[in-house]
């Protein structure tokens, strides 16, 4: 029997656990990255398939919650808080900005990233050590947080990234291929050695 312990405190409605068919793409869990000189961040873009409308509906929460929080914070110096509209927001649609990546066909998508590294666990919650384990094509939950940001007149909502949990392996994304594949027609026999 499996006992499940339920945490007695506050939901926070500015975070979401993905559905376990989120795909994980560009996934640089391991070692933090620095982009254009910027702080290093380990980050994740979550695929999200749009028949998943319980994490799309919850995301959706999510990003006006963090909005709701952040109003002071977006208004800045401005005489009014920006609508939410016409500020930058993290959820996007596959089929339109990324049309020629089947990947990311039939969904949403977004990029979580964190400056502090995401604890990753398998199905059984058991901690992945191998970094092989992990890669992009994977699917999983993400436990994700949004936020409400100002910086040099650049305003909108974003996702930091918390934690990962893979649920199973998919297909490798991206143009890089495994050895075996590679080398699977140069196979050599005893009798070339000999």
Known sequence: MI??????????????????????SYANVWEPKSINGGVPKFSVSLIIPKSDKKTIEAIKKAIQAAYKEGEAKLK???????????????????????????AYANSYFLNANST???GIVDANVQPI????????GV???ASIN??????????????????LQKIRDGELLGSRTSAED?????????????
């Open 3 to 24: 006992l499940r312990r339920k945490l007695s405190m506050t939901k926070n409605p500015m975070k979401v656990i993905t559905g376990k068919d989120t795909r994980w």
């Open 182 to 194: 590679d080398f699977a027609d140069f196979v050599e026999d005893d009798d070339f050695l000999s």
């Open 146 to 163: 949004f936020y409400a940001f100002n910086s040099n007149g650049n305003r909108g909502i974003a996702c930091g990234l918390n934690n």
């Open 76 to 102: 800045g110096n401005s005489r009014s808080v920006p609508t939410l509209e016409s500020i930058k927001t993290p959820l996007r649609d596959g089929d339109t900005e990324r049309p020629d990546d089947e």
């Open 116 to 118: 502090t590294q995401p």
């Open 139 to 141: 699917y999983g939950r």
């Open 129 to 136: 050590l191998t970094r092989s384990e992990v890669y992009s």
